[in-house]
């Protein structure tokens, strides 16, 4: 099978019945009659929007052709852009096995990405893990959500930001990362077995959606307990207990009853999320070793879809094989602090992310279809440890912290959230309502805003690098920072800001040969070691794969 890359496709190639355009297509570049294509697959397909008089397909397809075709074809090559080489397909992912048994059942604390992928891991080398998650599964926390979000009352424990499938359930589902690194494909292909769409595999910006997700990571947890893996919700991670420098046990609490229990546990996975701000303090207090991080903070903005789609397709924005149009942009000040934006959410809704009583958080949320008639992203300004005053590791979790509290206040003592009006922050002045006319937005934070002046919720550098970015992001993807555009905040959940260090005497050993130290080992964002679903996910496995490395021979 021959697998043929960057191929430029009209976009009427995309629709259901745009198969012959794409046979054609794969015969002309081949130099071949399209009888000899026998079938083919699509691997990727990305959008080339770089010129809006002419948005176009980007694919790649695996092609089957008989034997001697395939040589022929090898042999004399293609004409460039194209390429062609044999086609590998997917192999699928097999755990390592232990060759020795481990002293103790390994304990993994938290069930979001990270946790997910370590205790599935785990479960397939017949390692049996516990799996500890304050929150509740993802059922039940659905219903928790929906009811915060309609004025009910918090659950600190349950929420948008705790609960079975971390914070990731309830956004875009977006897994897209920076990171190369060939678990990714596992990660995708994991996620398709367990019920995901299948498109995932050949998006150029793979996203499940919020409403596709909790299938997903329920069919996930179903699969770790059928290989003999336990799962106790509503169970809070409170202490380690070390003997001679070592783990021995987990203390933990069940969040309803309140009864104690201690878990004896030789291998410990702290997957515990970014926003596991108890847990940080008790890593502290205990003595582990921790640094400062950089990190973000910022306001969700959200513009009309359609205006997005214009923006970035032009006149082909209307097209049936396009979808609702995204966006990444980033820009540096002259003063060298970045500014950009992140977790574009198409055709979506900003929702409430507070885990805090007294403290208003935001983030954003798309279901699969995106067809919702606002987008939004979050507008972040980076941190770095020098902002921040003192020498406390758990610094940048109180500015987090501060910011959500004055969020709080300023919108009456209440978990609605403050907005301005991007018109009306670059005028320095507050906002009474939405704007009019046809770009207006209707804010979709569903227990409602309180028009404010946002300046007065942000610390300064940051409401000061929010107002000198917004003109020059709209110089990136124009009408970006249009008048009617609103934002909404505060958003400061975007990452960890402190890093749970991985180290031989201390931590997990971050060495080839999985060696550690304590028995405890910092896996994902809330460790500071993941930015995102795929990337913890990435680093779930690998942290399994260290563990399960310290009892080989």
């Not at 292909?189 to 998006?203: C, K, N, R, S, T």
Request: a neutral charge.
């Amino acid at each position: 099978m021959l697998e043929v890359s960057n191929i430029a496709l009209p976009l009427d190639a995309g629709l259901p019945e745009g198969g012959p355009a794409v046979r054609a297509a794969l015969a002309r570049v081949l130099g071949l009659d399209v009888l000899d294509i026998q079938g083919f697959n699509l691997l990727k397909r990305s959008v080339d929007a770089r010129k809006k008089h002419d948005v176009h397909f980007v694919c790649t397809y695996a092609v089957q052709v008989d034997h001697a075709v395939q040589e022929r074809v090898l042999e004399r090559g293609v004409k460039p852009p194209v390429n062609v080489k044999l086609h590998v397909p997917y192999a699928g992912y097999r755990a390592p096995e232990p060759e020795r048994a481990l002293p103790e059942r390994p304990v993994v604390v938290g069930f979001g990405p990270a946790g997910l992928f370590c205790a599935w891991v785990l479960a397939q080398a017949g390692i049996n893990p516990i799996v500890l998650e304050r929150g509740r599964d993802v059922d039940a926390r659905t219903a928790d959500v929906e009811a915060f979000s309609k004025g009910g009352p918090l659950d600190a424990n349950s929420n948008v930001q705790f609960g079975e499938g971390g914070a990731g359930t309830f956004s875009d589902g977006k897994l897209t990362s920076g990171i190369k690194n060939p678990r990714c494909a596992d990660v995708l292909h994991a996620f398709v077995d367990f019920g995901a769409p299948a498109e995932i595999l050949w998006q150029a910006k793979p996203h499940i959606g919020t409403d596709r997700l909790a299938g997903t990571v329920r069919a996930m947890r179903e699969r770790i307990i059928e290989l003999g893996g336990e799962v106790r919700f509503n169970t809070r991670l409170d202490g380690l207990d070390l003997v001679d420098g070592r783990v021995r046990a987990v203390l933990c609490t069940d969040v309803r009853s309140g009864d104690s229990e201690v878990i004896p546990a030789s291998d410990v996975v702290l997957a515990c999320g970014h926003s596991a701000r108890d847990t940080f303090a008790m890593l502290k207090d205990a003595g582990f070793a921790m640094e400062r991080k950089s990190f973000a903070a910022g306001v969700r903005i959200e513009h009309l879809q359609r205006d997005i789609n214009r923006a970035q397709y032009g006149s082909a924005a209307t097209h049936p094989a396009l979808g609702a149009a995204d966006y990444k942009l980033a820009v540096h000040l002259p003063a060298g602090r970045g500014v950009y934006t992140f977790c574009m959410c198409p055709g979506g809704e900003v929702v409430c992310a507070a885990s805090e009583d007294g403290g208003v958080c935001v983030n954003g949320m798309s279901r699969f279809a995106r067809d919702g008639r606002n987008a939004n992203a979050a507008v972040l300004v980076g941190i770095d440890p020098e902002d921040l005053p003192g020498d406390d590791v758990l610094a940048g979790v109180e500015l987090q912290r501060q910011m959500e509290q004055a969020a709080y206040a300023a919108a009456g003592g209440t978990y609605a959230a403050p907005a301005q009006t991007v018109g009306d922050y670059l005028a320095n002045r507050p906002s009474s309502g939405p704007a009019r006319g046809k770009h207006a937005v209707q804010p979709t934070y569903a227990r409602g805003v309180v028009w404010c002046d946002l300046r007065r919720v942000l610390p300064g550098f940051i409401g000061d690098a929010l107002a000198d970015a917004l003109p020059l992001l709209d110089r990136r993807l124009k009408g970006f920072a249009n008048p009617a555009a609103v934002l909404t905040g505060v958003e400061a959940r975007s990452s960890s800001p402190v890093r749970i260090v991985r180290d031989r005497t201390t931590c997990m050993a971050d060495a080839p040969d999985g060696t550690a130290g304590c028995g405890l080992y910092p896996c994902g964002e809330g460790a500071g070691y993941a930015g995102g679903i795929m990337s913890a996910a990435v680093d779930g496995i690998r942290v399994a794969e260290c563990l399960i490395g310290r009892y080989q021979r």
